[in-house]
Protein backbone atom coordinates (compact mmCIF):
# COMPACT_ATOMS: atom_id res chain seq x y z
CA UNK A 1 0.00 0.00 0.00
CA UNK A 2 1.05 3.79 -1.11
CA UNK A 3 1.76 6.03 1.76
CA UNK A 4 2.00 9.81 1.21
CA UNK A 5 -0.53 9.64 -1.43
CA UNK A 6 -1.50 13.09 -3.77
CA UNK A 7 -5.03 12.65 -4.31
CA UNK A 8 -6.59 14.34 -7.19
CA UNK A 9 -9.29 14.57 -9.38
CA UNK A 10 -8.56 14.24 -12.86
CA UNK A 11 -11.24 14.11 -15.98
CA UNK A 12 -13.89 12.78 -13.33
CA UNK A 13 -11.32 9.98 -12.33
CA UNK A 14 -10.04 10.26 -8.67
CA UNK A 15 -6.16 9.55 -9.42
CA UNK A 16 -4.04 8.42 -6.38
CA UNK A 17 -0.04 9.02 -6.93
CA UNK A 18 2.69 9.13 -4.72
CA UNK A 19 5.49 11.99 -6.27
CA UNK A 20 9.03 11.51 -5.98
CA UNK A 21 11.20 14.40 -6.73
CA UNK A 22 14.76 14.34 -6.69
CA UNK A 23 16.91 17.20 -7.07
CA UNK A 24 20.51 17.48 -8.52
CA UNK A 25 21.78 15.15 -11.20
CA UNK A 26 24.80 14.08 -10.22
CA UNK A 27 26.47 10.70 -10.29
CA UNK A 28 23.93 9.44 -6.98
CA UNK A 29 20.77 11.83 -8.32
CA UNK A 30 20.87 10.53 -11.64
CA UNK A 31 21.23 7.10 -10.62
CA UNK A 32 18.64 6.90 -8.37
CA UNK A 33 16.45 8.70 -10.35
CA UNK A 34 17.22 5.75 -13.50
CA UNK A 35 16.82 3.05 -11.06
CA UNK A 36 13.51 4.65 -9.45
CA UNK A 37 12.31 5.11 -13.13
CA UNK A 38 13.12 1.32 -14.39
CA UNK A 39 11.38 0.08 -11.17
CA UNK A 40 8.08 2.03 -11.20
CA UNK A 41 7.94 4.63 -14.01
CA UNK A 42 5.94 2.35 -16.28
CA UNK A 43 3.13 2.01 -13.60
CA UNK A 44 0.53 5.00 -12.95
CA UNK A 45 0.85 5.33 -8.82
CA UNK A 46 3.79 6.43 -8.52
CA UNK A 47 5.40 9.56 -10.41
CA UNK A 48 9.27 10.56 -10.73
CA UNK A 49 10.99 13.88 -11.52
CA UNK A 50 14.12 14.55 -11.30
CA UNK A 51 15.19 18.51 -11.11
CA UNK A 52 18.65 20.17 -12.59
CA UNK A 53 19.50 23.49 -13.73
CA UNK A 54 21.40 21.88 -16.33
CA UNK A 55 20.49 20.03 -19.53
CA UNK A 56 23.09 17.58 -19.68
CA UNK A 57 25.09 15.04 -17.34
CA UNK A 58 28.62 14.48 -16.98
CA UNK A 59 30.76 12.47 -14.32
CA UNK A 60 31.97 14.96 -11.60
CA UNK A 61 35.37 13.24 -11.37
CA UNK A 62 36.32 13.53 -15.09
CA UNK A 63 35.81 17.69 -14.68
CA UNK A 64 39.95 17.69 -14.60
CA UNK A 65 40.23 16.14 -17.98
CA UNK A 66 38.02 18.50 -19.58
CA UNK A 67 39.68 21.64 -18.33
CA UNK A 68 43.20 20.01 -19.37
CA UNK A 69 41.85 19.41 -23.21
CA UNK A 70 42.15 15.71 -22.89
CA UNK A 71 38.29 14.98 -22.87
CA UNK A 72 35.92 16.12 -25.50
CA UNK A 73 32.90 16.79 -23.27
CA UNK A 74 30.21 16.28 -26.67
CA UNK A 75 31.09 12.41 -26.53
CA UNK A 76 30.57 11.92 -22.37
CA UNK A 77 27.79 14.44 -21.72
CA UNK A 78 24.57 12.35 -21.19
CA UNK A 79 21.28 14.27 -22.14
CA UNK A 80 18.54 14.69 -19.17
CA UNK A 81 15.81 14.31 -21.40
CA UNK A 82 16.75 11.79 -23.01
CA UNK A 83 17.68 9.34 -20.05
CA UNK A 84 14.09 10.57 -18.88
CA UNK A 85 12.60 9.07 -22.29
CA UNK A 86 14.44 5.94 -21.57
CA UNK A 87 13.81 5.16 -18.39
CA UNK A 88 10.63 6.07 -17.96
CA UNK A 89 10.56 9.23 -15.19
CA UNK A 90 10.13 12.90 -15.61
CA UNK A 91 13.03 15.81 -16.37
CA UNK A 92 12.02 19.10 -15.02
CA UNK A 93 14.77 21.80 -15.32
CA UNK A 94 15.47 25.05 -13.25
CA UNK A 95 17.44 25.52 -10.02
CA UNK A 96 15.72 24.85 -6.94
CA UNK A 97 15.80 28.58 -5.17
CA UNK A 98 13.10 27.85 -1.70
CA UNK A 99 10.96 24.69 0.19
CA UNK A 100 7.68 25.17 1.29
CA UNK A 101 7.52 22.14 3.67
CA UNK A 102 3.88 22.36 4.81
CA UNK A 103 2.69 22.69 1.60
CA UNK A 104 5.36 20.25 0.64
CA UNK A 105 6.56 22.08 -3.08
CA UNK A 106 9.84 23.17 -4.08
CA UNK A 107 10.16 26.44 -5.52
CA UNK A 108 12.66 26.46 -8.72
CA UNK A 109 13.60 29.60 -10.15
CA UNK A 110 12.90 30.81 -14.02
CA UNK A 111 15.23 29.77 -16.75
CA UNK A 112 16.30 32.75 -18.84
CA UNK A 113 16.45 32.36 -22.63
CA UNK A 114 19.63 32.34 -24.42
CA UNK A 115 21.26 35.10 -25.82
CA UNK A 116 19.67 34.43 -29.28
CA UNK A 117 16.32 33.61 -28.42
CA UNK A 118 15.03 37.06 -27.28
CA UNK A 119 14.21 39.26 -24.42
CA UNK A 120 12.20 37.21 -21.24
CA UNK A 121 12.60 33.90 -19.82
CA UNK A 122 12.34 30.36 -21.27
CA UNK A 123 10.16 28.98 -18.10
CA UNK A 124 8.89 31.30 -15.17
CA UNK A 125 9.36 30.90 -11.86
CA UNK A 126 7.36 27.85 -10.64
CA UNK A 127 6.44 25.12 -8.12
CA UNK A 128 7.02 21.39 -8.03
CA UNK A 129 4.85 19.73 -6.17
CA UNK A 130 6.11 16.09 -3.66
CA UNK A 131 5.14 13.44 -1.36
CA UNK A 132 8.88 12.27 -0.98
CA UNK A 133 11.52 14.69 -2.21
CA UNK A 134 15.39 13.82 -1.95
CA UNK A 135 18.21 16.59 -2.45
CA UNK A 136 21.30 15.36 -4.27
CA UNK A 137 22.78 19.00 -5.15
CA UNK A 138 26.07 17.48 -4.89
CA UNK A 139 28.97 20.48 -3.50
CA UNK A 140 30.38 23.76 -4.03
CA UNK A 141 33.96 25.26 -4.18
CA UNK A 142 34.54 27.04 -0.63
CA UNK A 143 37.11 29.83 -0.80
CA UNK A 144 37.49 30.36 2.85
CA UNK A 145 37.12 33.83 2.35
CA UNK A 146 40.66 34.46 0.51
CA UNK A 147 40.81 38.01 -0.91
CA UNK A 148 40.32 37.80 -4.55
CA UNK A 149 40.25 33.68 -4.57
CA UNK A 150 36.44 34.31 -6.25
CA UNK A 151 37.08 37.14 -8.31
CA UNK A 152 40.36 35.90 -9.90
CA UNK A 153 40.76 31.87 -9.77
CA UNK A 154 38.94 28.93 -11.65
CA UNK A 155 36.85 26.08 -9.82
CA UNK A 156 35.91 22.97 -11.54
CA UNK A 157 32.44 21.87 -10.58
CA UNK A 158 30.93 22.43 -13.77
CA UNK A 159 31.36 21.38 -17.29
CA UNK A 160 31.45 25.44 -17.93
CA UNK A 161 34.01 26.11 -15.53
CA UNK A 162 36.41 23.69 -17.13
CA UNK A 163 35.88 24.75 -20.31
CA UNK A 164 36.86 27.98 -19.67
CA UNK A 165 40.18 26.51 -17.82
CA UNK A 166 40.84 24.94 -20.95
CA UNK A 167 40.29 28.14 -23.26
CA UNK A 168 42.50 30.27 -21.37
CA UNK A 169 44.99 27.15 -20.91
CA UNK A 170 45.07 27.37 -24.78
CA UNK A 171 45.25 31.17 -25.08
CA UNK A 172 48.30 31.31 -22.61
CA UNK A 173 50.09 29.08 -24.52
CA UNK A 174 49.56 31.00 -27.57
CA UNK A 175 50.71 34.14 -26.30
CA UNK A 176 53.84 32.60 -24.64
CA UNK A 177 54.88 31.18 -27.59
CA UNK A 178 54.05 34.51 -29.75
CA UNK A 179 56.40 36.32 -26.97
CA UNK A 180 59.03 34.22 -27.08
CA UNK A 181 59.06 34.42 -30.59
CA UNK A 182 58.82 38.47 -30.84
CA UNK A 183 62.06 38.33 -28.49
CA UNK A 184 64.08 35.74 -30.72
CA UNK A 185 65.65 38.81 -33.20
CA UNK A 186 66.40 40.35 -30.02
CA UNK A 187 67.97 37.71 -28.49
CA UNK A 188 69.95 37.12 -31.62
CA UNK A 189 71.28 40.60 -31.93
CA UNK A 190 72.37 40.54 -28.08
CA UNK A 191 74.23 37.21 -29.05
CA UNK A 192 76.20 38.70 -31.95
CA UNK A 193 77.30 41.67 -29.99
CA UNK A 194 78.22 39.55 -27.05
CA UNK A 195 75.14 39.83 -24.81
CA UNK A 196 73.43 36.93 -23.02
CA UNK A 197 71.58 34.74 -25.44
CA UNK A 198 68.17 33.82 -24.66
CA UNK A 199 68.02 29.67 -24.09
CA UNK A 200 65.34 28.12 -26.38
CA UNK A 201 64.25 26.62 -23.00
CA UNK A 202 66.20 28.69 -20.36
CA UNK A 203 65.09 30.77 -17.74
CA UNK A 204 64.79 33.85 -19.40
CA UNK A 205 62.09 32.10 -21.58
CA UNK A 206 58.57 33.84 -21.25
CA UNK A 207 56.55 30.71 -19.40
CA UNK A 208 53.20 29.37 -18.57
CA UNK A 209 52.31 29.63 -14.98
CA UNK A 210 49.68 27.54 -13.55
CA UNK A 211 48.74 27.37 -10.29
CA UNK A 212 46.74 24.99 -8.36
CA UNK A 213 45.64 25.65 -5.11
CA UNK A 214 44.75 22.60 -2.96
CA UNK A 215 46.10 18.98 -3.20
CA UNK A 216 43.03 16.71 -3.05
CA UNK A 217 42.63 14.81 -5.58
CA UNK A 218 41.38 17.41 -8.04
CA UNK A 219 43.88 19.08 -7.74
CA UNK A 220 46.65 16.33 -7.76
CA UNK A 221 44.95 14.81 -11.01
CA UNK A 222 44.89 18.31 -13.48
CA UNK A 223 48.20 18.62 -12.21
CA UNK A 224 49.45 15.50 -13.92
CA UNK A 225 47.02 16.25 -16.99
CA UNK A 226 48.13 19.66 -17.77
CA UNK A 227 52.16 17.96 -18.11
CA UNK A 228 50.36 15.35 -20.55
CA UNK A 229 48.55 18.44 -22.38
CA UNK A 230 51.45 19.99 -22.16
CA UNK A 231 53.59 17.38 -24.47
CA UNK A 232 50.95 16.69 -26.53
CA UNK A 233 50.80 20.82 -27.72
CA UNK A 234 54.74 20.07 -28.10
CA UNK A 235 54.13 17.30 -30.49
CA UNK A 236 51.75 19.61 -32.52
CA UNK A 237 53.99 22.18 -33.20
CA UNK A 238 53.71 24.43 -30.00
CA UNK A 239 57.72 25.02 -29.61
CA UNK A 240 57.30 25.00 -25.71
CA UNK A 241 59.54 23.29 -23.80
CA UNK A 242 56.35 21.27 -22.06
CA UNK A 243 58.87 20.71 -18.51
CA UNK A 244 60.88 23.92 -18.56
CA UNK A 245 58.44 26.39 -20.51
CA UNK A 246 55.02 25.28 -18.46
CA UNK A 247 55.53 25.49 -14.99
CA UNK A 248 52.85 23.61 -12.89
CA UNK A 249 52.76 24.32 -8.53
CA UNK A 250 50.51 22.82 -6.36
CA UNK A 251 49.70 24.81 -3.10
CA UNK A 252 48.01 22.69 0.01
CA UNK A 253 48.18 24.05 3.67
CA UNK A 254 48.72 20.66 4.71
CA UNK A 255 51.89 18.97 6.11
CA UNK A 256 51.61 16.64 2.62
CA UNK A 257 49.08 16.22 -0.19
CA UNK A 258 46.29 13.90 -0.88
CA UNK A 259 45.81 14.22 3.38
CA UNK A 260 42.68 12.12 3.36
CA UNK A 261 44.36 9.17 1.59
CA UNK A 262 47.01 6.86 3.48
CA UNK A 263 50.26 8.13 3.44
CA UNK A 264 52.08 5.93 1.87
CA UNK A 265 49.48 6.37 -1.34
CA UNK A 266 50.24 10.27 -1.24
CA UNK A 267 54.03 9.44 -0.66
CA UNK A 268 54.03 7.51 -4.11
CA UNK A 269 52.01 10.17 -5.88
CA UNK A 270 54.29 13.26 -4.87
CA UNK A 271 57.10 11.37 -6.33
CA UNK A 272 55.83 10.74 -9.23
CA UNK A 273 54.54 14.19 -9.83
CA UNK A 274 57.92 15.13 -8.89
CA UNK A 275 59.38 12.95 -11.70
CA UNK A 276 57.10 15.10 -13.96
CA UNK A 277 58.51 18.33 -12.46
CA UNK A 278 55.52 19.77 -10.81
CA UNK A 279 56.48 21.99 -7.88
CA UNK A 280 54.40 20.96 -4.10
CA UNK A 281 54.58 23.41 -1.87
CA UNK A 282 53.40 22.05 1.70
CA UNK A 283 52.41 23.58 5.20
CA UNK A 284 51.67 27.07 2.91
CA UNK A 285 48.43 29.03 2.32
CA UNK A 286 47.00 31.21 0.18
CA UNK A 287 46.53 35.01 1.47
CA UNK A 288 45.43 36.56 -1.18
CA UNK A 289 44.72 35.95 -5.04
CA UNK A 290 45.66 38.54 -7.17
CA UNK A 291 44.84 38.58 -11.37
CA UNK A 292 48.50 37.58 -12.15
CA UNK A 293 49.84 36.47 -8.65
CA UNK A 294 49.02 34.56 -5.94
CA UNK A 295 50.82 35.74 -2.43
CA UNK A 296 51.07 33.17 0.32
CA UNK A 297 51.07 33.65 4.28
CA UNK A 298 54.88 33.12 4.38
CA UNK A 299 54.91 35.92 1.88
CA UNK A 300 56.22 34.63 -1.00
CA UNK A 301 54.78 35.67 -4.01
CA UNK A 302 53.83 33.09 -7.37
CA UNK A 303 53.40 34.52 -10.88
CA UNK A 304 49.67 32.80 -12.42
CA UNK A 305 49.06 33.28 -15.73
CA UNK A 306 45.60 31.16 -14.40
CA UNK A 307 45.04 30.10 -10.82
CA UNK A 308 42.75 27.02 -10.09
CA UNK A 309 41.10 26.45 -6.90
CA UNK A 310 40.52 23.03 -5.48
CA UNK A 311 41.08 23.54 -1.75
CA UNK A 312 37.87 22.58 -0.16
CA UNK A 313 33.97 22.06 -0.85
CA UNK A 314 30.64 23.25 0.75
CA UNK A 315 27.07 22.71 0.69
CA UNK A 316 25.65 24.72 -2.21
CA UNK A 317 24.03 28.13 0.05
CA UNK A 318 20.45 27.79 -0.86
CA UNK A 319 20.09 24.71 1.89
CA UNK A 320 20.93 26.89 4.93
CA UNK A 321 17.55 28.52 3.86
CA UNK A 322 15.00 25.91 3.78
CA UNK A 323 14.70 25.67 7.94
CA UNK A 324 16.39 21.81 7.93
CA UNK A 325 18.88 21.12 10.52
CA UNK A 326 22.42 21.98 8.28
CA UNK A 327 25.90 21.32 9.71
CA UNK A 328 28.73 24.41 9.24
CA UNK A 329 29.41 23.66 5.49
CA UNK A 330 25.47 23.98 5.14
CA UNK A 331 25.43 19.89 4.40
CA UNK A 332 21.69 18.60 5.73
CA UNK A 333 22.31 16.65 8.75
CA UNK A 334 20.82 13.27 7.78
CA UNK A 335 19.78 9.75 10.19
CA UNK A 336 21.14 6.50 9.38
CA UNK A 337 18.00 5.85 7.03
CA UNK A 338 19.26 9.68 5.18
CA UNK A 339 16.13 11.41 6.70
CA UNK A 340 16.87 14.62 6.97
CA UNK A 341 16.80 14.76 10.91
CA UNK A 342 14.07 18.15 10.35
CA UNK A 343 11.52 16.52 7.88
CA UNK A 344 11.05 12.43 7.88
CA UNK A 345 9.82 13.44 4.12
CA UNK A 346 12.93 14.98 3.29
CA UNK A 347 15.77 12.75 2.35
CA UNK A 348 19.59 13.77 1.24
CA UNK A 349 22.55 12.16 0.52
CA UNK A 350 26.04 12.75 -1.91
CA UNK A 351 28.25 15.90 -1.38
CA UNK A 352 25.63 18.08 0.28
CA UNK A 353 24.45 15.53 3.73
CA UNK A 354 25.83 15.08 6.71
CA UNK A 355 26.05 11.40 7.43
CA UNK A 356 27.36 10.03 9.98
CA UNK A 357 29.57 7.21 9.86
CA UNK A 358 29.89 5.50 13.43
CA UNK A 359 33.81 5.08 14.48
CA UNK A 360 34.87 6.97 11.24
CA UNK A 361 33.20 10.13 11.81
CA UNK A 362 31.04 10.99 8.23
CA UNK A 363 30.99 9.70 5.36
CA UNK A 364 33.30 11.22 3.14
CA UNK A 365 32.08 13.15 -0.28
CA UNK A 366 33.78 10.28 -2.83
CA UNK A 367 31.71 9.43 -5.79
CA UNK A 368 31.65 5.67 -4.23
CA UNK A 369 29.64 7.15 -1.47
CA UNK A 370 26.65 8.60 -4.00
CA UNK A 371 26.89 5.36 -5.20
CA UNK A 372 26.00 3.12 -2.44
CA UNK A 373 23.62 6.07 -1.14
CA UNK A 374 21.82 5.73 -4.12
CA UNK A 375 21.35 2.49 -4.23
CA UNK A 376 20.09 2.44 -0.82
CA UNK A 377 17.55 4.74 -1.44
CA UNK A 378 15.76 2.54 -3.58
CA UNK A 379 15.11 -0.15 -1.26
CA UNK A 380 14.61 2.54 1.33
CA UNK A 381 12.00 4.17 -0.64
CA UNK A 382 10.44 0.88 -1.70
CA UNK A 383 9.53 0.20 2.04
CA UNK A 384 8.77 3.66 2.46
CA UNK A 385 6.31 3.17 -0.18
CA UNK A 386 4.87 -0.05 1.32
CA UNK A 387 4.53 1.67 4.58
CA UNK A 388 7.26 -0.39 6.31
CA UNK A 389 9.92 0.70 8.89
CA UNK A 390 12.95 1.89 6.97
CA UNK A 391 16.45 -0.13 6.65
CA UNK A 392 19.55 2.08 7.95
CA UNK A 393 22.41 2.69 5.71
CA UNK A 394 26.09 1.36 6.02
CA UNK A 395 29.16 2.55 4.09
CA UNK A 396 31.27 0.72 3.32
CA UNK A 397 34.78 1.81 2.15
CA UNK A 398 36.24 0.25 -0.88
CA UNK A 399 39.40 2.03 -0.77
CA UNK A 400 40.70 5.43 -3.29
CA UNK A 401 42.08 5.63 -6.43
CA UNK A 402 44.14 8.89 -7.80
CA UNK A 403 44.74 9.06 -11.48
CA UNK A 404 48.22 11.09 -13.09
CA UNK A 405 46.75 10.57 -16.51
CA UNK A 406 49.15 8.84 -18.78
CA UNK A 407 51.74 8.26 -16.72
CA UNK A 408 50.19 5.91 -13.73
CA UNK A 409 48.11 5.88 -11.16
CA UNK A 410 47.76 4.82 -6.77
CA UNK A 411 45.44 4.07 -4.88
CA UNK A 412 44.88 1.57 -1.91
CA UNK A 413 41.91 -1.32 -1.88
CA UNK A 414 39.86 -2.10 0.99
CA UNK A 415 37.09 -3.63 2.93
CA UNK A 416 34.99 -6.58 0.89
CA UNK A 417 36.78 -6.17 -1.90
CA UNK A 418 40.09 -8.18 -0.97
CA UNK A 419 39.62 -8.56 3.14
CA UNK A 420 41.93 -5.68 3.88
CA UNK A 421 43.82 -3.06 2.43
CA UNK A 422 46.50 -3.73 -0.23
CA UNK A 423 48.35 -0.64 -2.20
CA UNK A 424 48.40 -0.95 -5.61
CA UNK A 425 50.08 1.61 -8.13
CA UNK A 426 50.90 1.86 -12.04
CA UNK A 427 48.59 -0.58 -14.77
CA UNK A 428 46.59 -2.28 -12.45
CA UNK A 429 45.70 0.67 -10.80
CA UNK A 430 44.72 2.25 -13.86
CA UNK A 431 42.47 -0.25 -14.97
CA UNK A 432 40.96 -0.09 -11.12
CA UNK A 433 40.24 3.60 -12.25
CA UNK A 434 38.76 3.77 -15.51
CA UNK A 435 36.29 1.41 -14.00
CA UNK A 436 35.12 3.22 -11.53
CA UNK A 437 33.53 5.26 -14.59
CA UNK A 438 32.31 2.53 -16.47
CA UNK A 439 30.68 1.12 -13.46
CA UNK A 440 28.90 4.54 -13.39
CA UNK A 441 27.96 4.47 -16.99
CA UNK A 442 26.54 0.63 -16.58
CA UNK A 443 24.57 2.01 -13.83
CA UNK A 444 22.86 4.24 -16.35
CA UNK A 445 22.60 2.56 -19.48
CA UNK A 446 23.23 -1.17 -18.25
CA UNK A 447 26.30 -3.17 -18.85
CA UNK A 448 25.67 -4.13 -22.66
CA UNK A 449 25.25 -0.08 -23.60
CA UNK A 450 28.18 0.36 -21.26
CA UNK A 451 30.46 -2.32 -23.22
CA UNK A 452 29.11 -0.52 -26.85
CA UNK A 453 30.07 3.10 -25.23
CA UNK A 454 33.36 1.78 -24.25
CA UNK A 455 34.54 0.52 -27.51
CA UNK A 456 33.00 3.53 -29.62
CA UNK A 457 35.01 5.99 -27.09
CA UNK A 458 37.59 3.98 -28.29
CA UNK A 459 37.59 4.27 -31.76
CA UNK A 460 36.42 7.78 -31.54
CA UNK A 461 39.98 8.88 -29.55
CA UNK A 462 41.83 7.15 -32.76
CA UNK A 463 40.48 9.74 -35.11
CA UNK A 464 40.13 12.95 -33.19
CA UNK A 465 43.55 15.10 -31.54
CA UNK A 466 44.56 13.96 -28.32
CA UNK A 467 43.71 17.61 -26.85
CA UNK A 468 41.03 19.80 -27.52
CA UNK A 469 42.56 22.71 -29.46
CA UNK A 470 39.06 24.51 -30.14
Given amino acids: ?6 VFQARGVIVSVHRIVVVGGGAGGLELVT ?16 VDRSLSHIWKPLLHEVAAGVMDT ?37 VPAADDEGEGDLLPERTLPYDTLVLAIGSTTNFFGVPGAREHTIALDTVEQAERFRRRLMAACVRAQSAAEASAPVAATEAQSGGALLSPSGAQRPKVNLVIVGAGATGVELSAELRNTAEVL ?40 AKLDVDILCGDSVAEVRANEVTLTSGKILPADITVWSAGITAPPVLGTLGLDVNRLNQIEVLPTLQSKTDPDIFAFG ?15 RAQAAHQQASFLVKAIEARLK ?3 LPTFTYRDFGSLVSLGKFSAV ?3 MGGLIGGSMFIEGLFARVMYTSLYRMHVAALHGVWRMMLDTVANRLRRSTVPRVKLH
Fill in 74 to 110: ATHQLSYVAQANWHHFEFATGEMIGLDRAAKTIRLAA
Fill in 387 to 389: GQS
Fill in 411 to 413: GNL
Fill in 35 to 50: RLGDKYGRGKDVQITL
Fill in 1 to 6: MLTGRT
Fill in 351 to 365: DCASCEWPEHGFVPP
Fill in 234 to 273: RSYGLKLDPRKDVRITIIESSPRILKALPERVSGAVAGLL
